[in-house]
């Protein structure tokens, strides 16, 4: 699951142990790698969609960490604004 920051130099991806890692790269004049860096530990759900993205700049990223119990049912409630109609 890599990801690019928007301008290229920068990596984002899962490492084998399941820390989020950066590695910043040069593309020219040849492709050249810094030693990555653990940014943080994360426990994402297996899933075809996306986990995690990050920001343009690479400076926040956000992860959907799920949960792996039950979902708490959710009410929708439909033409709101009517029922403040008088009050």
């Known amino acids: 699951m890599p990801r690019w920051r928007k301008d290229g130099r ?3 991806y899962l490492g084998a142990d399941g820390r989020l890692m950066a590695a910043e790269v040069r593309l020219s004049p040849s492709f050249d790698s810094r ?3 653990a940014l943080f ?3 994402l759900l297996e899933s075809p ?3 995690y993205d990050v920001s343009p700049d690479g400076t ?3 992860v959907n960490r799920g ?3 039950e979902a708490a049912p ?3 409630v439909l033409d ?3 029922g403040l109609e008088g009050k």
């Open 10 to 12: 920068e990596l984002f």
């Open 35 to 37: 030693v990555p860096t």
């Open 41 to 43: 530990k994360v426990s």
């Open 49 to 51: 969609d996306r986990q």
């Open 60 to 62: 926040r990223i956000l």
């Open 67 to 69: 949960s792996r119990s």
């Open 74 to 76: 959710m009410t929708v």
């Open 80 to 82: 709101w604004a009517a």
